[in-house]
């Protein structure tokens, strides 16, 4: 595999909504760059970069996937011949998993967003564009299905600039209407390129119909205004000659393109393979290498402390990479994607992990054709590649040249949204969780996994019920565990409203020694927080202080079983003042008995009461949606605490709690269309009403009812 030098390298994200076609575009765009022998489709599961068993079987993008062509622009642009390397991102699309496009277009230089011809701009439209805002990238759009039944240019046109705005500019026209649509005229060229529907994806180049010439030339003539309007000498030749040149409007649209002052829109049939050829001609002519986006900014200590610096993207610099995803693949062990974002990398380098303080050595350096992987011996600045079985690194670290250290920044990935409990089907799939979860975290920096000291439950976190349905799925597929996915239980816990005096007496005599202990407790509410507090009191020796430990344990027990319901209680001060014993008769474990006697009955008197943990929430949403939002916040209970406008969009703030939270992704993502998100983390425990708590206790003496049954059975 040849290696590409920096300026003959473009990295292109293929982004946008679910369905709009973007593993479709990239399977076309290899099959005519002659990557591939056959056009690859979704439908059949045999596209390039769709490869995962999950992908095949629903049928989308699940992880972003890579893939490169290698293409000679055809030259109608006033362009070299040259070959260039095109690495696409084929991102995912559905909300679920859209965490992993944010974290993948770290790796791009511009972004070509698909739009669907009948639907315009969606929800996730919008979503993809932010993250190109967000990491500064260059974008164009992609109006595909183009050959569909009410498929309109017009219509896609109007959504796109309604929401974008007015920089976005047409560059092509189509030829033909729905099912008749068979290429485009290049506004550019001004040249017609008609495509044979299932063809080779190479156009035929003509002069434009007669019927769309007049069409042409208008548009042709909004283009070149557009691309002068932002360039003084350009501007002058633009009033002197009334046109522009190809070789100007070319540097001109290159230029505006990377100052993000136009937004160029071309067209596409992916399925049927039209605009192919085209469209990999303005990828290789207008899109930026990667050295056009200057400076790549790290930190000298970690990823955002330390001093900033500033690192070329060249040959020249150090060498530095970047990793922007890992894969745990069961076979090939850790599979590290990286971007080399400095320097030249040789196969066989030793690189320092900065991140780690690791040193590793970077055998097999490779670049990826869907799941394929190519030999190199070695990557220029710039370029995409991936590893295989790197000892320490994941994804988030920067590696490099041990003189020259950077940490290059983390793309920031939003906590869960949704948690499931998951429990192992038998004693085998519980012994070898801990082996796959730990690696399907490494390949996905959004799940979270942890046990409830309370519930003791494994708790699975995502950004969807899908996306935890899919890693149950990838447990089961690849490492051969079974799970059985249930809401998680509500940790609630119990605590006292008022104060309480009681005794507890443990007698008892059999053959030999007894068993014999007393002791008398006060029992008192402390403040929300505070735990168990135990305080020692007795004088006079009324129970000797070898015993006294075992009272508290014996408290402390019996609270950690609870009294209402089972959860435990706390919040609550045990002041022991007095007691008895027996020389012969009284043990550690008559008095343990005994102090587990005497908190129950305190429990009886001190009113006892249900504690629920209310959670802090902020709900991102487009602010229209901020009725809508706080109306089902305060239905569920929650206490609206402030709101703030952030340009289009409102940040609301509300106490609400947790067990009024466990479907709220799902129906967040129906009230808004899929366009907020939220985050939530544990503020404190208040008290549950009271007709709610006493269907919980209700519901928790049947649960326990019911295991007890089993048990006996």
């Not at 206490?639 to 947790?658: C, D, M, Y």
Request: glycine share 8%.
């Amino acid at each position: 595999m040849k290696a590409y030098a920096t300026q003959f390298i473009r990295n292109v994200g293929i982004a946008g909504h679910g369905d709009t076609g973007k593993t479709q575009l990239v399977s076309s765009l290899l099959f005519t760059a002659g990557m591939t022998t056959r056009l690859g489709k979704v439908a059949e599961g045999n596209t390039v970069t769709d490869w995962d068993e999950e992908e095949i079987a629903r049928k989308i993008t699940i992880q972003t996937g890579l893939a490169y062509a290698e293409w000679a622009p055809s030259g109608q642009a006033g362009q070299s011949a040259e070959k260039v390397k095109i690495n696409f991102l084929d991102t995912p699309g559905y909300s679920t998993f859209i965490n992993d496009t944010r974290a993948s277009l770290v790796a791009a230089d511009a972004v070509l967003i698909l739009v669907d011809a009948l639907a315009g701009v969606q929800v996730m439209t919008e979503k993809v564009w932010d993250y190109a805002t967000e990491y500064d990238l260059p974008r164009a759009f992609a109006i595909n299905w183009m050959d569909r039944e009410l498929a309109s240019f017009d219509h896609a046109m109007e959504s796109i600039t309604r929401v974008f705005g007015r920089n976005v500019v047409p560059v092509q026209l189509p030829i033909g209407a729905e099912k008749n649509f068979r290429g485009v005229i290049d506004l550019l060229t001004m040249k017609a390129h008609v495509y044979t529907p299932d063809g080779d994806g190479k156009p035929k180049i003509e002069e434009i119909p007669a019927d769309l010439a007049g069409a042409a030339k208008t548009a042709h003539e909004a283009l070149v205004e557009m691309v002068a309007e932002g360039d003084d000498a350009l501007m002058e030749e633009f009033f002197e000659k009334g046109t522009l040149p190809i070789e100007d409007l070319m540097k001109g649209l290159r230029d505006a393109f990377q100052a993000h002052r136009i937004y160029p829109v071309v067209l596409t049939s992916a399925l049927h393979n039209i605009g192919s050829g085209t469209l990999l001609d303005f990828l290789a002519d207008v899109f930026p290498d990667p050295a056009k986006r200057g400076v790549a900014f790290g930190h000298s200590e970690t990823a955002s402390k330390g001093n900033e610096i500033q690192r070329k993207i060249s040959d020249a610099e150090p060498v530095s990479i970047f990793v922007y995803k890992t894969l745990a693949d069961p076979f090939a062990g850790r599979i590290t994607y990286f971007k080399v974002m400095s320097g030249v990398l040789k196969n066989d380098a030793t690189l320092q992990n900065f991140t780690r303080s690791t040193s590793e050595r970077l055998q097999h350096v490779q670049v990826m054709q869907g799941k394929t992987a190519t030999a190199v011996a070695e990557l220029h600045a710039g370029d995409l590649g991936a590893i295989p079985k790197l000892k320490d690194t994941l994804t988030g670290d920067t590696l490099g040249d041990k003189a020259a250290p950077i940490h290059y920044p983390l793309p920031h990935i939003p906590e869960p949204s949704i948690t499931f409990a998951v429990e192992p089907k038998t004693r085998a799939d519980e012994d070898r969780i801990g082996t796959g979860i730990h690696r399907i975290l490494e390949e996905d920096p959004s799940l979270r996994f942890a046990r409830d000291p309370q519930t003791k439950e494994f708790l699975l976190s995502g950004s969807g019920q899908q996306h935890i349905e899919v890693v149950v799925a990838k447990l089961h597929k690849r490492y051969h565990v079974d799970l059985t996915l249930r809401p998680p239980k509500v940790p609630y816990r119990e605590t006292i409203r008022g104060k309480a005096d009681a005794e507890g007496k443990h007698k008892k005599q059999t053959g030999g020694h007894g068993q014999f202990g007393v002791c008398r407790i006060r029992m008192e509410p402390v403040a929300r927080g505070a735990g168990v507090e135990f305080v020692d009191d007795i004088f006079g020796g009324a129970i000797p202080k070898n015993w006294i430990p075992s009272v508290e344990k014996g408290i402390r027990a019996s609270a950690e079983r609870g009294y209402l319901a089972g959860f435990p209680v706390v919040d609550f001060r045990a002041t022991l003042y007095d007691g008895k014993y027996h020389d012969v008769d009284s043990s550690d474990m008559a008095f343990k008995i005994a102090g587990s006697l005497a908190f129950k009955e305190a429990m009886k008197q001190a009113k006892p009461a249900l504690l629920e943990p209310v959670m802090h929430v902020e709900v991102y949403a487009p602010d229209q949606y901020s009725g809508d939002i706080m109306g089902d916040l305060s239905s569920r209970r929650g206490r609206i605490s402030g709101s703030e406008t952030r340009g289009a969009s409102v940040v609301i703030k509300a106490q609400v709690p947790l067990a009024e939270m466990l479907n709220y992704a799902t129906g967040l993502t129906s009230m808004t269309q899929g366009r907020a998100s939220y985050s939530m983390e544990l503020s404190h425990y208040d008290y549950v009403p009271s007709e709610i708590a006493e269907k919980v206790i209700a519901a928790a003496k049947a649960a326990r009812g019911a295991v007890a049954e089993e048990e006996e059975g």
